[in-house]
């Protein structure tokens, strides 16, 4: 049993205003695994209002930012001696199978790293030439961090969301209060533990476990400067509309329902087995999950049956087993969410190609579903169009490339996607058609140096590398 009692804010762990714990239920079994304090507004007052003062005191602010850099690392260093127990928190509240948050860790490594590299060589402060040669005046442009930052993230990927948030924001300088989902109260617990053996000046980090409520309390809070915000459309509408009310800074990284384009030419089985990560990553509860499969008319049925066999070769099961695949969702509300969107697609009229509604057999007590294939989609029905957020995926038919362009551009999102092809060319013309924000060409991982984020209703803004560091930072312009 894991049992955060207080919260930390400003650096300091201190007693919630709420002395009640919430009960966590692990996904596999629905057994309590922990308890945590969660925090209220009168929380979020104390956080902010140590954020504001620790800003504008500036003892980080004004840290050189190679400095700021040097602390960053020392940070990460720690996060990835911890790599293990990180992983194996998300695991336990999530219901994330082991293999995939342990894979996940690198991963965390080159995401910071990538942040890092681009702020050594971010252009902090710069002289501009002026255009008339013949002028006195010159100018300098300084790009100075923002304030108070408001982060807040979902529960499917908390340590990827909430670094990739962090680390920009106080790379440049700003005090961070980070809003996190009450189910990952334990790993964002130790997240919060490895900040405070990282050193950071009082006031200028805050981690607060809190539900929505408390967290629109927190984005509406007069104090904060920007909001940088991951997690569902719904929400990040609701936020936006905040934001312009009260002329917040503000990016948002959305939902998505991603197409994977598998042209005429493809090698199936290779494309399929890249689908079992780029579509089922995390038990499919990712905003990037690729679970609309494009596939040409002439190779249709090939595809479904490699999709077929693909999904009923893996093992379902307790995700703390090194051999487990897919796990649990993460609440019994998430469970039949899923259940329920495979129960539309049967009466929407698609194919059901393995799977279904039912609960895998023996694993009853857990938030489990059973993976599943729909065939013989059309991209207009609610299965075609609304993200599930699990194992599910629908597979398309499409006449020609051109068909293939419009029915993966012909969706509300714009967040991800994929194409393969053995002619490299070829599959580059079709990415660069695709209305998204990141396109994976042959299974390709996503590079975090390049900006990543959505179209349309996948959000506003961009994360990672150089872009994503940029939009913690405000210009100043001063004139000699």
Known sequence: MIVYGRLFIGGSWTEPSDPALLDLASPHDRSVIGRAAQAQPADVDRAVAAARASFDAGA?????????????????????????EVARLTSLENGSALWFTRAGQPGLTRQADAYLKAAQEFPWEEALTSSDPTSPVH????????????????????FSS???KIIPALAAGNSVVLKVSPENSLSMGFLAELL????????????????RETSEYLVSHPEVDKIAFT?????????????????KRVSLELGGKSAAIVLPDADVQQAVADLKFGSLL????????????????GRYEEVVTALKDMVESLQVGDPSDPDTFIGPMIRPDQQQRVRSYIELGIEEGARLVTGGPQIPEGLEKGNYVTP?????????????????????????????????VRIANDS????????WSLDEGRALEVARRLRTGTVTVNGAPVAFDGPFGGFKASGIGREFGAVGLGTYTEYKTITV
């Open 60 to 84: 980080w602010r004004r840290t050189p930012p190679m400095q700021r850099i040097a602390f960053l690392r020392r940070f990460n260093a720690l996060r990835e001696e911890n790599a293990e």
């Open 139 to 158: 100018s300098i442009v300084r790009r100075e961090a923002v304030g108070v930052v408001a982060a807040v993230i979902p529960w499917n990927s908390p």
């Open 162 to 164: 909430a670094t990739s």
């Open 196 to 211: 405070e053996r990282s050193g950071l000046p009082e006031g200028v980090v805050s981690v607060l476990p809190a539900d």
């Open 231 to 247: 997690g569902s459309t719904r929400a990040g509408r609701r936020i936006a509309s905040i934001a312009g009310e009260q002329l």
């Open 282 to 297: 995390n038990n499919g509860e990712s905003c990037i999950a690729q679970t609309r499969i494009l596939a040409p008319r």
């Open 372 to 404: 599943t294939v729909f065939a013989d989609v059309d991209n207009a029905m609610r299965i075609a169009q609304e993200e599930i957020f699990g194992p599910v995926l629908v597979v398309i038919p499409y006449d020609d490339e051109d068909d293939a």
């Open 412 to 419: 509300p999102y714009g967040l991800s996607g994929g194409v």
